[in-house]
């Protein structure tokens, strides 16, 4: 067993308010960080081979951080729109 534990970055990243799935977005969070581009503009991942930045796996995992989120918030919902139908079917 190797004497150095390495940490990821996202265990130093706090988590932004609205995130409902922390294992999902920190997970994403390292990819993202595994795959930030260079000052040429490209992938400094091996697994990219140097290909112009934003890659896939850098552009799938900006996709998992906002799901990771309340989407709910995100759009400003604030419940009433439920509340609503749901007192129409009552009346009905």
Known sequence: MPD?????????????????????????????????????GRCTSLLCAGRPAPCEPFTAAHKAMGLAGDAGRRAGYDGSAGRATRDRRRAA
């Open 4 to 40: 150095a534990i390495r940490t990821r970055s996202s265990q130093d990243a706090a988590l932004p308010e609205g995130v409902t799935d922390p294992l999902l977005w920190r997970a994403a969070y390292d990819v993202a960080a595994a795959h930030r581009p260079d000052p040429a």
